[in-house]
């Protein structure tokens, strides 16, 4: 079987592994999304990252300090705020709305990604950034409109966008820390400072969790690091450009565990919403038929080497 695979080209296992990365971020939301609802949203994050962090510190006993050394440590206390900030606001949404309409939301970080890359690193604004954002924010409007009472943003909206924004912030922060830091170290960090961060606010309204919620947590805390993983593998062996498509992956996986889990349908006019919002974010990723630059895929999880530019997930 692994054979078979290494045949394949490096487009083809990239894409393969992207699609198997939405899969298990998808998994990463029915966990969060079955812990129970007297369970704070803030206390859900304080028992990922209290279940996640002993996993990842067994790894550094074993392969050593050197994988999570960090030249940056200030960008990487930034960029875990943001991410787990930004993974708060998401497992509030999952609360007020399915999976499947969650994730449509967050598509729109692409375009949200573009937008700040302009303001902080000063990229250049083209014709073609301008009208994907803005056709992004047609797909936005189309998905909130049967939602919205007047001129108001029902909060599970609200908290996905802003999770979105704090998703593609991150981003910018991934990318310059690609220059310098490991991948390890990329994955390690933020869960330090969830620890740090996010147990001291949920100890303030601790409630008591059954087994069943850490078991949930921790499954979220286990298909989080899988994600991640795999998403590093796909950009690995093919261009973000040539893998980034297969996130979209993410709506119908989040359509099929709606209905296996929670017996739950998004509005038809979340998939139009969607298309709107992806097809924006195709013309976005569009780069006329340039050829991606293959990377052994063999290589460690630890490598200093700065990887491809990264895929950013919810996870």
């Known amino acids: 079987m692994t054979e078979t695979l290494l045949r394949l080209s490096g487009n083809v296992r990239g894409v393969l592994w992207m699609t198997a990365a939405m899969a298990s971020g998808v998994c990463v939301d029915v966990c969060a999304k079955l812990v129970s609802h007297d369970v704070p949203t803030a206390q859900i994050l304080a028992m990922r990252a209290l279940t996640t962090v002993p996993v990842f510190l067994i790894i550094v006993m074993f392969l050593g300090t050197r994988l999570v050394r960090t030249k940056r440590p200030m960008a990487h206390v930034a960029r875990g705020l943001l991410w787990y900030g930004s993974l708060f606001f998401v497992f509030f949404a999952l609360r007020q709305m399915s999976i499947a309409e969650v ?176 097809l924006a974010v195709m013309l976005l990723d569009y780069k006329g038929g340039a050829a991606p630059v293959e990377v052994d895929e063999a290589a460690s999880i630890g490598e200093d080497d700065p990887s491809p530019k990264p895929v950013s997930v919810k996870t």
């Not at 889990?261 to 919403?273: A, E």
């Open 103 to 278: 994730n449509a939301y967050l598509f729109i970080e692409a375009l949200l990604t573009v937008l700040l890359a302009v303001v902080i690193l000063g990229e250049k604004l083209t014709a073609r950034k301008l009208i994907a954002t803005l056709l992004g924010l047609v797909g936005v409007w189309v998905m909130c409109a049967p939602r919205m009472q007047g001129f108001g943003v029902p909060l599970g909206v609200g908290a996905a966008l802003i999770g979105a924004f704090c998703f593609s912030a991150q981003t910018l922060f991934a990318k310059v820390l690609t220059r310098t830091e490991t991948n390890f170290s990329m994955l390690f960090w933020p869960q330090i400072i969830a620890v740090v961060i996010w147990v001291p606010i949920a100890i303030i309204t601790w409630h008591p969790a059954s087994l069943a919620d850490w078991l949930y947590s921790s499954g979220a805390g286990f298909f989080a690091m899988m994600t991640n993983y795999m998403v590093l593998r796909a950009v690995r062996v093919a261009d973000a450009s040539v893998v980034s498509p297969a996130a979209y992956t993410a709506l119908p996986f989040s359509v099929a565990m709606d209905l296996i889990f929670f017996d739950m349908l998004p509005m038809p006019v979340i998939f139009i919403g969607a298309g709107i919002v992806v």
